[in-house]
């Protein structure tokens, strides 16, 4: 059976003004390779075009860990966030990573979420990375209306691109030898690669290299 995000009950879904679920199930990595770029924030731009200007605010460097505070922008919100859920993946437990992320304003412009992540092993050398996040306030309400639906659009985009980055890594190290490659030019190569999948979208959930 597979795992599920933890939800704080004011943030559960169904119950916010919006919500996104993204996720992909990809061969020959592992939770844990996963894991460790994920919270590397270092190396979040080189893959997803949807986020700029991380800083961290309680800590010194740029990996996330229990209690860090830290900034970014994205979607057009400068945001505020606050691990609150880190548990790297270990034995048969999948890893999690939760933040509080919050943009200040009036009533028309305060947006509050809870984004989490759910990282775990698959049998058959296959990893399944789950992106979920539940958000209250008038600018998730106008980002629900949104056609095309730009949250889903930009959370698919941010897995498809950590899987490809640690499936590129993989493969230097397999060759021994670094690609000729920039960082950008890595992942959009493995991303043509990971068919992705949406919950709504199809019962499949094996996605073959």
């Not at 996040?133 to 691109?161: R, V, Y």
Request: charged share 25%; proline share 5%.
């Amino acid at each position: 059976m597979l795992n599920e995000i933890n939800w704080p009950h004011e943030y559960l879904p169904g119950t916010t003004d919006n919500f996104a679920s993204n996720e992909v199930i990809v061969k020959g990595i592992n939770a844990a390779e996963v894991f460790s770029n994920l919270i590397d924030t270092s190396i979040w731009t080189s893959y997803y075009d949807n986020v700029a200007d991380v800083t961290f605010d309680n800590t010194q460097g740029t990996i996330l860990a229990p209690d860090t505070r830290f900034r970014f922008k994205t979607f057009g919100f400068p945001i505020e966030a606050e691990i609150t859920e880190f548990e790297a993946p270990h034995d048969s437990n999948p890893g999690r990573l939760a933040w509080h992320g919050w943009a200040d304003g009036d009533a028309e412009h305060r947006l509050d979420v809870t984004h989490a992540w759910l990282i775990e092993d698959l049998p058959e050398d296959r990893v399944r990375i789950l992106t979920q996040e539940s958000q209250k306030g008038k600018p998730a309400k106008d980002l629900h209306e949104s056609k095309p639906d730009t949250m889903n659009i930009g959370h698919q985009d941010w897995i498809k691109g950590l899987a490809a980055t640690v499936l590129a890594s993989k493969a230097q190290y397999a060759n021994g030898r670094r690609l000729q490659l920039s960082s950008r030019s890595i992942s959009e190569y493995y991303c043509g690669q990971i068919q992705s999948h949406h919950p709504l979208a199809s019962d499949e959930r094996y996605l073959a290299l």
